[in-house]
């Protein structure tokens, strides 16, 4: 319940006006960190849903598979520069987007990834990582403005945390890979 208590102040607090105009002005704060931090509200909040549903989870999401699945469409989707743009112009989306990243990506997440084997999960890492570098590019080679509501060079500043971004995975990867993380058990 703890968890629960904290993931919904947590996604509270991101709602507030002040805190969403503040985290929505900038883009890469926007995309790196509100919706990061909308997931992980999701993901706090996901223990009570677990423990309340427990037939539900077991039912659609045995093997964790069709969680990581909805994770990963509804992350990819809020990725997309138009779905950003749409969140900061339309009341509808605004809202989808604070309900829809942590119930249909931090809930499944959490759910999902204890299911999960060890190739599968760095299997998502990589997954990520390309989508990053692919996205990284996307981002700072326009030659036009992608949102409309961002300057390009707050998309260039956005393209060049994705690559950041896909560098940590891929040091992450290599580093799981060279050391066995047994060892330290």
Same mark, same amino acid.
């Given at each position: 319940?703890?968890?629960?208590?904290?993931? $919904?102040?947590?996604?509270?607090?991101?709602?507030?006006?002040?805190?969403?105009?503040?985290?929505?002005?900038?883009?890469?704060?926007?995309?790196? =960190?509100? =919706?990061?931090?909308?997931?992980?509200?999701?993901?706090? =909040?996901?223990?009570?849903?677990?423990? /309340?549903?427990?037939?539900?989870?077991?039912?659609?999401?045995?093997?964790?598979?069709?969680? +990581? $699945?909805?994770?990963?469409?509804?992350?990819?989707?809020? =990725?997309?520069?138009?779905?950003? *743009?749409?969140?900061?112009?339309?009341?509808?989306?605004?809202?989808? /987007?604070?309900?829809?990243?942590?119930?249909?990506?931090?809930?499944?997440?959490?759910?999902?990834?204890?299911?999960?084997?060890?190739?599968? /999960?760095?299997?998502?890492?990589?997954?990520?990582?390309?989508?990053?570098?692919?996205?990284?590019? @996307?981002?700072?080679?326009?030659?036009?403005? @992608?949102?409309?509501?961002?300057?390009?060079?707050?998309? +260039?500043?956005?393209?060049?945390?994705?690559?950041?971004?896909?560098?940590?995975?891929?040091?992450?990867?290599?580093?799981?890979?060279?050391? *066995?993380?047994?060892?330290?058990?």
């Amino acid at each position: 319940m703890n968890q629960f208590l904290t993931g $919904l102040i947590m996604l509270i607090a991101l709602m507030l006006p002040p805190v969403a105009n503040l985290m929505e002005s900038v883009m890469i704060i926007h995309m790196h =960190m509100q =919706m990061p931090m909308l997931v992980i509200a999701g993901f706090f =909040m996901a223990r009570l849903f677990i423990e /309340k549903f427990p037939r539900f989870f077991e039912q659609y999401n045995q093997n964790g598979v069709p969680g +990581i $699945l909805l994770f990963i469409v509804i992350v990819s989707f809020w =990725m997309m520069p138009r779905t950003m *743009d749409e969140a900061l112009t339309n009341y509808g989306m605004e809202v989808f /987007k604070f309900m829809s990243l942590p119930l249909l990506a931090g809930v499944p997440l959490r759910d999902s990834w204890k299911k999960l084997g060890s190739a599968a /999960k760095n299997a998502l890492f990589v997954l990520f990582a390309v989508l990053f570098l692919a996205l990284g590019w @996307l981002y700072i080679q326009a030659n036009s403005q @992608l949102c409309n509501n961002y300057l390009v060079v707050d998309q +260039i500043i956005l393209g060049w945390g994705f690559i950041t971004a896909a560098i940590c995975i891929v040091i992450y990867l290599v580093y799981s890979f060279v050391i *066995d993380p047994t060892q330290y058990e």
